[in-house]
Antibody, heavy 122, light 107 residues
Framework: EVQLLESGGGLIQPGGSLRLSCAASGFTFRSYAVHWVRQAPGKGLEWVSGISGSGGTTFYAGSVADRFTISRDNSKNTLFLQLNSLRADDTAVYFC???????????????WGQGTLVTVSS | DTQMTQSPSSLSASVGDRVTITCQASEGVSNYINWYQQQPGKAPKLLIYDASNLETGVPSRFSGSGSGTHFTFTINNLQPEDFATYYCQQYDPLPPRFGQGTRVDLK
């Protein structure tokens, strides 16, 4: 069974940093691109970042490109998102998800974690 | 970036109704459109991929159509478990973009 389990969220002050993790199981992690998608309270979905199976290709939404860094450790089946210079409008539930089409970043997202809440507030 | 305009933002319907949601892309995206369902407090669930393909395990009352810039998502014979929020998403070109969402609630 495919499972994605996020962790690392919490309350952080504006300007602070946080590192999110997503532990994957039930599939060959290195063969799939994976993504972060966020949802602000009461709002819609916003794609944040994606990374290829090898980790060699990454892509970011313009709103986070100079502040967030996506990475992965295929030996530990884990996806990461480093969040720096956090702002109040980064407050959201952060979901990790998997590309349906394997290594391809341009893909539907077929499995999702339950999300981890990041709250940016003083 | 490609913008996705989804409508309506909400609608009220009854069990057994047919529901239609549309999504307009700001530029042609071929058939690279997906539709997701999200229940409150839950992760999104992929229902339709590549405009018209039903994801494995999804009931056949859900369907999608369209190509280029105009797309339609339909639920036939609405069931109680279908009351949720639905999102379209384009995924090529990057970055992927979601529509604003359509909340389907009970009339």
């Amino acid at each position: 069974e495919v499972q994605l389990l996020e962790s690392g969220g919490g309350l952080i002050q504006p300007g602070g940093s946080l590192r999110l993790s997503c532990a994957a199981s039930g599939f060959t992690f290195r063969s799939y691109a994976v993504h972060w998608v966020r949802q602000a309270p009461g709002k819609g979905l916003e794609w944040v970042s994606g990374i290829s199976g090898s980790g060699g290709t990454t892509f970011y939404a313009g709103s986070v490109a100079d502040r967030f860094t996506i990475s992965r450790d295929n030996s530990k089946n884990t996806l990461f998102l480093q969040l720096n210079s956090l702002r109040a409008d980064d407050t959201a539930v952060y979901f990790c998800s998997r590309s349906r089409q394997g290594w391809e970043l341009r893909s539907p997202l077929d499995y999702w974690g339950q999300g981890t809440l990041v709250t940016v507030s003083s | 970036d490609t913008q996705m305009t989804q409508s309506p933002s909400s609608l009220s319907a009854s069990v057994g109704d047919r529901v239609t949601i549309t999504c307009q892309a700001s530029e042609g995206v071929s058939n690279y459109i997906n539709w997701y369902q999200q229940q409150p407090g839950k992760a999104p669930k992929l229902l339709i991929y590549d405009a018209s393909n039903l994801e494995t395990g999804v009931p056949s009352r859900f369907s999608g159509s369209g190509s280029g810039t105009h797309f339609t998502f339909t639920i036939n014979n609405l069931q109680p478990e279908d009351f949720a929020t639905y999102y379209c998403q384009q995924y090529d070109p990057l970055p992927p973009r979601f529509g604003q969402g359509t909340r389907v609630d009970l009339k």
